[in-house]
């Protein structure tokens, strides 16, 4: 989230996916393994691109599953997520990649922000307003910092430069 | 080794993007966990208070790399950085 506010505000350069893609592609081109052997790139380069998304299922699964005993219905609930998720990404990868980048990983940091701080707060017991339905009032939350927090770093920029001697 | 230690930097990399945003959060979490439960403060305002440092701690370090960016160098004309995100795949 702190990426796509600065990005927003500016203060980073945008990314241009289809461009770091080709270039990624490009670059491991020279890499190919034999043919039958093991490809090392294309295994470290697939770890590389899921590992951290991977290694937040497996903690929310045994979060979630191990606080209340539920591990496997938890563990069901993340097959059933997986497969969603592939079809999804099947279905709508083309109307998804229009998506601006910025905007999309500004959404999942509101969303992973808001239900980070709603899990820890399970986790050490606490009673949430409202229960459940205190996420969205986080989401909601997260999201007007965010939109400061870029309102601010953009001011913040602009006095710098007002301020900077003229060269 | 200096393969080992690149190797270690980049997945490192992959879950820490600010060492400054990390450990504040890692910290703050750790002080509510340790303290709320225990204080007696109503368990509905440890919620505000898990929420408002989380919020104070990502504005504080969005200021940090501003200034850290402004100091080198003269920012990006933000309106246009902005504009060009959003409109141009509209």
Known sequence: MRKAVLR??????LHDEAAIFAAAARRL???ESRPGALDTVALLTSLKAVVVE???????????????????PAGLGAAAALVLVVFLGLAIYRPLARVPENAMKFAVGVLLSAFGCFWFGEGIGLAWPAGDLAIPGLILGFLVVGALAVLQARRQATRAAASAPAP | MKRLE????EVLGLFIEDTFLATAVLLWLAACGLLVPRSGIDPRIGGVLIFAGCAAILVWSTAKAVHKATAHRPPAAPDRALSSDWKGHQ
């Open chain 2, 6 to 9: 690149a190797a270690a930097r």
């Open chain 1, 29 to 31: 081109q020279g890499c």
């Open chain 1, 8 to 13: 927003a505000a500016g203060i980073l350069t």
């Open chain 1, 54 to 72: 991977g290694l937040e299922v497996v903690f929310i699964v045994i979060a979630l599953g191990a606080a209340r005993g539920n591990l496997l």
